[in-house]
C-alpha cells in the first residue's frame, strides 16, 4: 500500500480525463493531484488550497476559517 492510501483521499494524473483542464493552462502544472470528496470538474467555480505539507500552526488556523467561512457557497 501507497503512503497516500492510507488516508482518505483519492489521486488523479494529468492524463486521466477528469484532471481540470484550466489547470493545463498554468505553466509547470503538477504531474497529479491529490483531493478529498468529489472532483467535479463540470462546476465553473472550484476553490483549491495548495501549501506545504510542513505547515505552521498559523497556516493551518488560516486555512480552517477560510474553508468554514466559505462553506455553504457554490464552489
Known amino acids: 500500500m501507497l503512503k497516500w492510501q492510507q488516508y482518505p483521499v483519492s489521486k488523479i494524473v494529468r492524463s486521466c480525463s477528469q484532471f481540470p483542464a484550466i489547470l493545463k493552462e498554468i505553466p509547470d502544472y503538477p504531474k497529479k493531484l491529490y483531493f478529498k470528496g468529489k472532483l467535479d470538474i463540470k462546476k465553473s467555480h472550484t476553490l483549491a488550497i495548495i501549501g506545504s505539507r510542513r505547515f505552521t ?5 488560516v486555512a480552517e ?3 468554514v467561512g466559505l462553506a455553504g457557497y457554490d464552489i
Open 57 to 61: 500552526a498559523y497556516g493551518k488556523q
Open 65 to 67: 476559517n477560510l474553508i
